[in-house]
């Protein structure tokens, strides 16, 4: 293997790796725009020279590959290649590629919603001049849409051309190019081919400057004032690894997060933009029970005392229904109070996708069929005919929520059961055919862990706080167990629940939360 | 020197010189069935042995660019014909496209032949219309006749020759540039490593060789290398045309041997500066190359090595000759604003850089200039193409020597002219 030396470390590299990549695995900071890790190397920003010893001009860190050299070629008899990463050629040059992309930048980061999460206001910080020597007209352009969710600031642009080659590389709709030449070279749409595939919104994580933004979060917030919290995404089986931005208790927005396993480096507009339909829902916050046509709210303790009541009325004709929607721990502890869980309603689908870049999106929009299916000893098929053959009186229901639309069918199965408890979190068209509405957690409050489509379990983390009456989702079905069996453990902490789930099922066997981490891991070989 | 004749455009005053039967009247296509009988690595071998550089701007050595072929690959080997002749002040490839095409086409089978390709492209500068419909009838001629398609004069070898029309950019004249454009894609150029030779056109192994460079070839397959290296300095031999324009009195393009002087080729074969006017300066190689100023330019031989050592280079031998008269700020701003114009806008420096300059010249002409000014158009140009040091080699900061491009003549003539540039300063600030 190549030996390297990047400021006086050495590092034993394998050969084809690049320079850049080597500094940036081993924490030593090369400061570049166009460079990309999902995309083709174009090294034109030349924000990431370096010095290599040997080669007469700076190199482009990007595009600068470490390789064995014959012996006679190396330095000091052993180096295969000596880099510098800090010297003062380096850093002027820095400075150099910094004064001119900032010419004609309107430094308007206090109106830019890329402020504080901005490479070309944090480069120039560290790495630029405090002045500038331009005393020109700078160049002056409208902003422009270039799809329906995305405009651009061409004032603001760097000319990375991230954006242009993740649309021809990544979702391979190449709708976006460069237009004009030189200094008035621009990202520019064809009118009649706007920038509106499923993957559009990712031109606005990836873009490096406040350049390309997405109309959903334009000027709303400071990224500072902002919580960050590292989760997944629930509308589809892929499970797109996610950071929720929410402040108080409201979502600003999503971006794609980092899972080279699931994800790469993006996510899909549905899942980007899915948590607005939580926005205006008719949440429920207090458990409710039926009173002729309509509800009351009670209290918890008489919530879960009616549950049990009505449980308890004809045991052996009662059921669970379980949830794609929901964690497997739910799923579990469902399955621990009902020994014949019998299965789900019918999957909620919408169309798969899947790019040339690999990137997906599934037929199946629940997160976690998988692990549902998993957990459940036994999922029938035929869901309605077996509530009919076995007689069913009595459901409990965990509601899949507001994408469920219950049709005719299923509107006349459970309106003729004697009775029907839901845990939702919403009055959804189940909730409002139930005699008991136990109000939980939505999708990006819940925490607990998701299988993806592939096997590999992922942990959702709560990015919202609990609202009003609510429970976690698992505690409720706990409270509930306990109270129908007071000789049943009784769990504290969810950590308890994931134990005992791991104990039953071999592959989900020693799962935690710190196994699962933020990359989650994969189940896949160890299914029998 | 009086005793050269003219290789390359011998016969370009004759009628109907850009015909078939006339080129095969003076040997045309000989050396084509010379070649078809020879063993390829024989022909790179001479074309090396006759150390021929390219004429197109950089003087890289032709053989050794045609050894770098991989000869363990099993994809397709392409010949492009850069035909994009963009370099102001030059005009000599147009000259050998309507005079001497079959000569041009000659050569490029010889080269094709020699590196073992089967379809070859012309890539020519859009605005070349008339070259282009003239190169359709030569090719179309030369289908006619066997000198193209299956089996060229009875031989078992074939190639396919295509033209391709630019669409008007003066960086698909740079080679990866040509490639990406010639793929049907932005002209961006290319990161090198992997170069053409390697990984060109369509990722294959690809040559690019000049028109004129194409065009020496039949001449050096009928002469042999040692007489193409008996004209002019031994590194970088061959009759060479230089394209004369500015303020001359008889502007055009001569063929000379390699080394001549320039002071000859302005007051002789172009006639000197109209009215008697003094000279000033002088481009030696396009406009990319550093100016020479009338000291330097009288005692200067146009060849590749003396011309690195004063500073500027042969380039494509395009001299444009500036007399007293003109004004070396406003040229200064003509070169830049050429420059900012053509930038692609793929690598920072050169993007913003180029046009930078053209807005402080523009400023410095316009009486609005500041004495910090001058210094300041000089590290700007520093930082969009490096300091200049022939010592050390040059410290380009782009993708290709487009930087470089701009950089030079601009540092040349704030250096070399500063008191002209000073002159624009508003004097009280002068004295302020």
């Known amino acids: 293997m190549p030996l390297l030396k990047v400021d006086g470390k050495e590092f034993e590299v394998e050969s084809g790796t690049t320079v850049l990549q080597v500094a940036e695995a081993n924490g030593i900071e090369i400061p570049h725009y166009c460079y990309h890790p999902a995309l083709e190397i174009v090294g034109s920003c030349r924000m990431c020279l370096v010095q290599v010893e040997g080669m007469p001009k700076l190199q482009v860190s990007c595009n600068t590959f470490v390789s064995d050299v014959s012996s006679d ?16 050629l380096v850093v002027q040059e820095r400075k150099n590629i910094l004064e001119f992309l900032l010419l004609n930048h309107p430094l308007d980061c206090p109106v830019c919603d890329q402020a504080g999460e901005c490479y070309l206001q944090d480069y120039s910080f560290k790495f630029g001049n405090a002045h500038s020597r331009f005393e020109e007209n700078k160049r002056v352009r409208p902003n422009e849409f270039l799809g329906s969710q995305i405009v651009i ?26 237009e004009a030449r030189g200094y008035n070279s621009k990202i520019a749409v064809l009118e009649d081919n706007p920038l509106d595939n499923l993957l559009a919104g990712n031109v606005a994580d990836i873009c490096p400057v406040g350049a390309l933004l997405s109309t959903d979060y334009i000027h709303k917030n400071r990224i500072w004032n902002l919580k960050k919290q590292p989760s997944v995404c629930q509308d589809c089986s892929v499970g797109c690894n996610v950071d929720v931005f929410s402040q108080t208790d409201q979502i600003l927005r999503l971006t794609a997060r980092e899972n080279l396993d699931v994800n790469g480096y993006f996510m ?33 303790e008489t919530a879960i005392q009616k549950t049990v009541d009505l449980i308890k009325k004809n045991k052996s004709k009662a059921a669970g229904i379980v949830s794609p929607f929901h964690t497997n721990e739910s799923n579990f502890l469902l399955g621990q109070i009902f020994k014949d869980v019998l299965g789900s309603l019918p999957p909620i689908t919408g169309e798969e996708i899947t790019y040339p870049s690999g990137f997906r999106i599934s037929a199946d929009r629940s997160p976690n069929t998988r692990g549902m299916n998993d957990i459940c000893d036994r999922v029938v098929e035929d869901l309605a005919s077996e509530i009919e053959t076995q007689g069913i009186r009595t459901l409990f229901i965990l509601d899949d929520g507001i994408d469920r639309k219950l049709d005719d069918k299923w509107k006349k199965i459970i309106g003729e059961m004697d009775s029907v408890i839901v845990l939702s979190y ?33 942990w959702l983390r709560p990015s919202l706080p609990v609202k009003v009456e609510s429970k976690p989702d698992w505690e409720i079905l706990m ?50 | 020197m009086n005793t050269f004749k003219p290789v390359l455009t011998e016969y370009i005053d004759q009628k109907d010189c850009h015909t078939l039967p006339f080129y095969k009247s003076i ?30 701007g950089a003087g890289f050595s032709t053989g050794m660019k045609w050894g770098f072929i991989p000869k363990d690959s099993n994809k397709p080997k392409y010949l492009i014909n850069n035909a994009d002749e963009s370099e102001p002040g030059t005009f000599k490839d147009r000259l050998l496209m309507n005079k001497a095409p079959h000569q041009m086409l000659e050569g490029m089978i010889i080269a094709a032949y020699a590196i073992g390709c089967h379809t070859s492209f012309i890539y020519i500068r859009g605005e070349f219309y008339q070259e282009y419909k003239l190169l359709e009838q030569t090719i179309a001629e030369a289908y006619d006749n066997n000198i193209l398609g299956q089996n060229i004069l009875g031989s078992n070898y074939s190639l396919d020759v295509v033209i391709h029309r630019g669409a008007g950019a003066y960086i698909c004249g740079e080679e990866t540039g040509l490639l990406e ?57 061959g009759p060479r045309l230089f394209c004369v324009s500015g303020c001359v009195n008889n502007p055009g393009v001569f063929e000379e041997p390699m080394g001549v002087s320039l002071k000859d080729l302005i007051f002789d074969r172009a006639g000197g500066i109209p009215d008697d006017k003094q000279l000033k300066a002088v481009f030696p190689g396009g406009s990319s190359s550093a100016i020479l100023t009338a000291n330097e330019a009288m005692d200067v031989m146009l060849d590749f090595e003396e011309l690195v050592e004063k500073g ?41 850089g180029t046009s930078w300059l053209v807005m402080m010249l523009t400023r410095l002409i316009n009486g609005d200039g500041k004495p910090g000014d001058i210094d300041m158009l000089l590290e700007i140009t520093d930082n969009i193409g490096g300091l200049i040091d022939f010592s050390k080699g040059s410290f380009g900061k782009t993708i290709c020597p487009f930087g470089e491009a701009v950089a030079w003549p601009v540092r040349s003539f704030v250096e070399k002219f500063k008191g002209e540039f000073m002159e624009y300063l508003p004097q009280e600030k002068v004295v302020a």
């Open chain 2, 27 to 56: 040997g045309g296509y000989t050396a084509l069935e010379k070649v078809l009988t020879m063993n390829p690595d024989d022909i790179t071998q001479e074309v090396k042995d006759s150390n021929l550089r390219g004429r197109g």
């Open chain 1, 73 to 88: 070629r190396k330095v000091d008899g052993k180096y295969d290649m000596v880099v510098h990463t800090q010297n003062d």
């Open chain 1, 426 to 458: 919403a009055m959804t068209d189940l909730a409002k055919l139930a005699h008991v509405v136990l109000p939980g957690h939505a999708p990006l409050e819940r925490e607990g862990t998701v299988t993806n489509d592939k096997g590999r379990i992922q």
């Open chain 2, 181 to 237: 454009s010639l793929e049907g894609k932005r002209g961006w150029p290319r990161n090198k490593p992997p170069f053409p030779a390697i990984e060109g056109y369509l990722q294959s192994p690809t040559i690019v060789n000049n028109v004129e460079t194409l065009s020496c070839l039949p001449h050096i397959i009928n002469r042999g290398a040692s007489w193409f290296k008996s004209i002019g300095p031994e590194k970088g031999p």
């Open chain 2, 312 to 352: 500027s280079m042969l380039g494509s031998a395009g001299i444009i000759v500036m007399d007293e008269t003109v004004d070396m700020v406003q040229a200064c701003l003509n070169i830049a604003r050429f420059y900012a114009h053509e930038s692609c806008g793929q690598c920072t420096p050169c993007r913003e």
């Open chain 1, 268 to 300: 899909c507009d549905i899942g980007r933009y899915g948590f607005h339909r939580y926005e205006e829902i008719d949440r429920v916050l207090q458990p409710m029970v039926r009173k002729g046509d309509s509800f009351e709210s009670v209290d918890w």
């Open chain 1, 479 to 528: 409270l509930v167990r306990n109270a129908l069996d007071k000789k049943t453990e009784h769990f504290v902490e969810l950590g308890e629940v994931m134990k005992k789930m791991g104990e039953k099922f071999e592959n989900y066997g020693g799962i935690t939360f710190f196994k699962v981490g933020d990359q989650g891991y994969s189940i896949n070989g160890k299914i029998s």
């Open chain 1, 153 to 178: 600031n061409h004032n603001r642009c760097i000319m990375c051309s991230q954006c242009v080659r993740f649309t021809q590389e990544i979702s391979g709709t190449s709708e976006l190019f460069v």
